[in-house]
C-alpha cells in the first residue's frame, strides 16, 4: 500500500472511532480528504495531517506536487486557515493567505488544482 494511502487509511480511521477529535483536528482532516480528491498529494508528503509544534500548535495539512509545487495549510481554528503555496505557476510562485472558512479554503484548493488560477484568487479571503 502506498505512503499516501496508508496515510489515508489513517485518517479515515480516526475519523471513525469513538475517540473525540477537535474542530481543528476534525477540519484538517477534511481538507486532507479534499486535497487527496483534487489530486494535490501527488508528492511524497501530500495529503499528510499533523500538528505543528508551534505556540499556537495549528493543524497542518502539506500538499504537494513532484517538481511544481510545495505547499502547506495550517489550520489554527474553523475560522482561521491560512495555505501557503510555492509554485512555478504565475500569481502563486510564493503565495500566503488566510481563509475565513473551511469551504472558502476548499474552493481555492479546488480551483487551484483545475488550474483555474483567476477563479482561485477571486475567493475571499481574510
Known sequence: MSTC??????????????????????????IAEVIHLVELDTGPYGGYS??????????????SRPATMDGLIRVFSSTFIQIQIHSQFRD??????????????????T?????????????PTK
Not at 499533523?50 to 500538499?63: A, L
Not at 510564493?94 to 469551504?103: D, I
Not at 480551483?111 to 475567493?123: G, H, I, Q, S, W
Open 111 to 123: 480551483f487551484f488544482a483545475e488550474r483555474e488560477y483567476d477563479k482561485a484568487l477571486e475567493v
Open 5 to 30: 494511502k496508508t496515510l489515508l487509511h489513517d485518517l479515515y480511521s480516526m475519523i471513525n472511532t469513538t475517540e473525540k477529535i477537535s474542530n481543528r483536528h476534525a477540519v484538517a482532516l477534511r
Open 92 to 109: 502563486f510562485r510564493s503565495y500566503s493567505e488566510v481563509y475565513q472558512s473551511e469551504q472558502d479554503a476548499v474552493a481555492f484548493l
Open 50 to 63: 499533523d500538528q505543528e509544534n508551534h505556540k499556537r500548535k495549528p493543524y497542518v495539512v502539506m500538499i
